[in-house]
Antibody
Framework: EVQLVESGGALVQPGGSLRLSCAASGYPFINYWMVWIRQVPGQGPMWLSR????????NYADSVRGRFTISRDNAKNALYLQMNSLRADDTAVYYCARASTRRYLDVWGKGTTVTVSS | QFMLTQPPSVSGAPGQRVTISCTGSSSNIGAGYDVHWYQQLPGTAPKLLVFGDNNRPSGVPDRFSASKSGTSASLAITGLQPEDEADYYCQSYDGSLSGSYVFGVGTKVTVL
């Protein structure tokens, strides 16, 4: 079964850091680009970052560029999101998703919740 | 962050047909990028519903269909079922924003 499982969400103070992980299974992880998406309850999903198959190419949304870093370990079938300088408006459910070459997201994890509050 | 425009809500009785519009611009839908649709049930992650030129992943009923024209796209649900009550999001790609996947604001479908 193709599966993505996020972990690492927590309550963190403004200005703090957090590292999210996404464990992939059931498919050849190395063959796919991966993305991070977040969603505030009641709002639409928002794309945050994308990484190519070998990790050499990365893109970020303006709202997180310079604060968040995407990475992957193909030997461990794992995707990561390092989040620094967290702000209250980063509070959301964070999803990892598998990206197709036609730019749709065909597999999503269940999400992990990040709350930034003092 | 830029988002595609969708109506906040649509509703219909069981068995009826409803459509959801998705409006973008010349840098995303109008530039020829595919539009994809996701269904999100309460408390769950979005699920791919229709991708590209009206393709459905395995298991998605054929009562869901999509089309695109110019800078807009639409999702049609024919023969509305109670289990179709959910939030629906369109998604495309924006060539003016580096590596950017853009989503719609979402439409709540209510089955009366």
């Amino acid at each position: 079964e193709v599966q993505l499982v996020e972990s690492g969400g927590a309550l963190v103070q403004p200005g703090g850091s957090l590292r999210l992980s996404c464990a992939a299974s059931g498919y050849p992880f190395i063959n796919y680009w991966m993305v991070w998406i977040r969603q505030v309850p009641g709002q639409g999903p928002m794309w945050l970052s994308r990484i190519n198959s070998d990790g050499s190419g990365k893109n970020y949304a303006d709202s997180v560029r310079g604060r968040f870093t995407i990475s992957r370990d193909n030997a461990k079938n794992a995707l990561y999101l390092q989040m620094n300088s967290l702000r209250a408006d980063d509070t959301a459910v964070y999803y990892c998703a598998r990206a197709s070459t036609r730019r749709y997201l065909d597999v999503w994890g269940k999400g992990t919740t990040v709350t930034v509050s003092s | 962050q830029f988002m595609l425009t969708q109506p906040p809500s649509v509703s219909g009785a069981p068995g009826q047909r409803v459509t959801i519009s998705c409006t973008g611009s010349s840098s995303n839908i109008g530039a020829g990028y595919d539009v994809h649709w996701y269904q999100q049930l309460p408390g769950t992650a979005p699920k791919l519903l229709v991708f590209g030129d009206n393709n459905r992943p395995s298991g998605v009923p054929d009562r869901f269909s999509a089309s695109k024209s110019g800078t807009s796209a639409s999702l049609a649900i024919t023969g509305l079922q109670p289990e179709d009550e959910a939030d629906y999001y369109c998604q495309s790609y924006d060539g003016s924003l580096s590596g950017s996947y853009v989503f719609g604001v979402g439409t709540k479908v209510t089955v009366l």
